[in-house]
């Protein structure tokens, strides 16, 4: 069948079609997959790679590239690369670069891609139909991939996808990634099965305008009936989008995540807790006496099973972020939060950066980029690590568990541990909103621009992509608990039993680490900390959670105490006062050597993260100060 004489259909020019793609035999080949946000390529990138990804950036930017290896018939692997969400290939945002460089083989130290999964939302596509028009006139071997076919046909609508792949020229499958249904036509593609016949006399679309006069045609025709918005999507907007009612229900979510970190947490860390413990109780009836013995335990066990007990708290907070991201509701709260932020001199775009620096600031500062104006950007990087990442949680949560007794306030709806923490994550906001204020009436003062947001509806959260995005950050975690947080943890032990005299340790206070920390306690003395408070403060600037590692090291824990040992010998060397100083301090404190590196190569340069550095370190120390001066006053 031919598509020229088709009535109501624009005429275009033919041409060749494309090559069918065929990987050889040995080397794996690389697919990249394309496509608008909220179409889904990630769920198909997830669905084709399972656990077999990785995580890095592209070569010469801070871009996060997505690879994996999808596993075909005959042990056969194609390796999968999953671009950047973008809408066209114009390359004015970071994000279309990389797309755009990437497909065109321009990007320094990565190949070329040998095929192009083009992924689009199917309930969406007179939208994002028009990114085939410069992704097919690219040449490459490519298959447009229609995704959501389940809620197109559950919303009423439906699509003709033999004849789309006759106007595009190339081949079309409608799938649904959520419930990996109808991919085997996308595993025929990447086994190089699918092609597209020589006798088809195929036409080429090789511009927007066309591709959009396409469209229009194809539905006058009934060939593409676009559903209806979803009831429950236009009734749970009414709601969840009141002016009154919607920042209410947002505020009652946020305080129940907070509830059930601190409630649900508690057995699982109460259960990571024994299993060190108990693990180093067997070592230590297991090893004799000798300094092996004493790293092993004080330094390694001690150090970083100290902080990871932690890991069931930030995989809850990653899967309630999960839940709500997958679901539609955060592009709601994105649109709530835009009256706030233009209060800030903001725009509702920072929101859902400033929503991933909950997670980690550096992923933060590089979601900035999706901000066209170069002073909000800015402005969005430098307030970022205000926001209470996943990273502070160790720090919080020991301070809180060892100083405040559990008592409900709200019933069971919320108690005095998770209160403290959801005021913390508070004044880390009001620190950004009021320093964003500060910015944008001065040194990045600009002009307001309009807040375009796609609305996706609501779709019920797969269990299968929020696992993965568990294991991800769980990954993420023990990796720097068995790098970062293991290395500082040895170089303090050494440190801490240094010099050797006869033969013999000396007390931590007369070791290197001693004579470091009475050199900074002058310092710190006026915060209510003591000498193992500022090594701990100074080690952290390597990741916030080190200093739990570094204090129990410090104080020579015993993993066979556990969690509670440690939060005994803060009670005995920090007074009230110091303790809320310590968590003021670290809730303005940059304290990540990342996130400086980061913002440095975003902002082009040493100035911007020099002065955000020295202004959060000026604002944590001026605040500690306070802090403990005023709770002394009170409880004295």
């Given at each position: ?22 990987p ?22 997830n ?64 190949a ?9 939302d ?59 249904e ?103 009836g ?31 907070l ?17 649109l ?6 233009r ?6 775009k ?6 991933s ?9 590089l ?8 002073r ?12 209470t ?89 023990l ?19 240094l010099?050797?005299?006869g ?6 206070a ?13 310092f ?30 410090l ?54 993260p ?25 409880l004295?």
């Amino acid at each position: 069948m031919s598509a020229q004489g088709s009535p109501g259909l624009p005429t275009l020019p033919t041409r060749p079609p494309l090559p069918p793609f065929t990987p050889p035999s040995k080397a794996p080949r690389l697919v990249a997959l394309v496509g608008p946000p909220n179409s889904g390529k990630s769920t198909l990138f997830n669905r084709l790679t399972g656990l077999r990804q990785r995580v890095a950036n592209f070569p010469g930017v801070t871009v996060e590239e997505r690879r994996g290896r999808a596993r075909l018939e005959g042990d056969r692997e194609v390796v999968l690369v999953d671009l950047p969400g973008v809408y066209s290939l114009s390359p004015h945002s970071e994000d279309e670069r990389v797309t755009h460089d990437v497909l065109k083989g321009e990007m320094e130290g990565m190949a070329k891609p040998d095929a192009v999964l083009l992924i689009l939302d199917s309930t969406n596509l007179n939208r994002h139909l028009v990114l085939a028009a410069p992704i097919l006139a690219l040449g490459l071997p490519t298959l447009v991939v229609l995704n959501m076919a389940d809620e197109l046909s559950s919303r009423g609508g439906a699509v003709d996808a033999e004849a789309l792949a006759t106007r595009l020229g190339v081949p079309v499958a409608l799938i649904s990634a959520s419930k990996g249904e109808g991919l085997e036509m996308v595993r025929e593609f990447l086994s190089g099965a699918v092609g597209v016949p020589a006798s088809l006399d195929l036409p080429v679309l090789a511009d927007i305008p066309k591709c959009r006069q396409w469209a229009v045609a194809m539905g006058d025709e009934a060939r593409y009936a676009a559903p209806a918005p979803p009831v429950w999507t236009r009734r749970l907007d009414a709601v969840f989008l009141h002016p009154v009612a919607g920042p209410l229900i947002f505020l009652a979510v946020v305080v129940a995540v907070f509830q059930t970190i601190f409630s649900a947490a508690r057995p699982l860390m109460d259960a990571m807790d024994y299993a060190v413990s108990a693990s180093g109780a067997w070592l230590s009836g297991l090893l004799p006496a000798s300094l092996f013995k004493s790293l092993l335990l004080e330094g390694v066990w001690g150090g970083v099973g100290s902080v990871v007990i932690f890991l069931p708290q930030i995989l809850l907070l990653f899967l309630f972020i999960g839940l709500l991201e997958d679901s539609g509701y955060l592009a709601r709260a994105a649109l709530i939060a835009d009256r706030t932020m233009r209060k800030a001199g903001l725009q509702g775009k920072s929101f859902l950066p400033l929503l991933s620096a909950y997670a980690c600031a550096v992923p933060a500062v590089l979601a900035a980029r999706t901000i066209e104006n170069k002073r909000d950007r800015i402005a969005t990087i430098l307030i970022a690590p205000f926001m209470t990442c996943s990273a502070r949680l160790p720090v919080y949560t020991l301070i809180i568990a060892a100083f405040l007794p559990e008592r409900p306030l709200l019933g069971p709806f919320l108690g005095t541990r998770a209160a403290a923490m959801l005021g913390l994550y508070l004044l880390g906001f009001l620190a950004a909103f009021g320093t964003a204020r500060l910015l944008k009436s001065s040194v990045l003062k600009s002009d307001g621009a309009p807040f375009l947001l796609e609305m996706p509806p609501y779709r019920r959260p797969t269990l299968r992509q929020i696992g993965l995005r568990m294991y991800d950050r769980a990954k993420i975690f023990l990796r720097r608990a068995g790098t970062v947080i293991l290395g500082v943890a040895i170089v303090l032990w050494i440190l801490a039993h240094l010099p050797l005299s006869g033969g013999k340790m000396p007390e931590i206070a007369n070791s290197v680490a001693g004579t470091i920390g009475r050199a900074i306690e002058p310092f710190v003395r006026p915060l209510g900390f003591d000498w193992r408070i500022g090594i701990g403060i100074v080690m952290s600037l390597a990741a916030r959670e080190v200093i739990v590692g570094t204090l129990g090291t410090l104080y020579g824990m015993d993993p066979k105490a556990g969690s509670e040992g440690l939060q005994a010998a803060l009670r005995h060397d920090l007074t009230a006062g110091g303790a809320v100083a310590l968590l003021v301090f670290f809730a303005f404190a940059m304290q990540c050597l990342s996130t400086v590196a980061v913002v440095r190569r975003e902002t082009g340069g040493w100035k911007w993260p020099a002065i955000q550095f020295a202004y959060m370190g000026l604002l944590a120390y001026s605040g500690a100060y306070l802090a403990n001066r005023v709770v002394t006053l009170l409880l004295g």
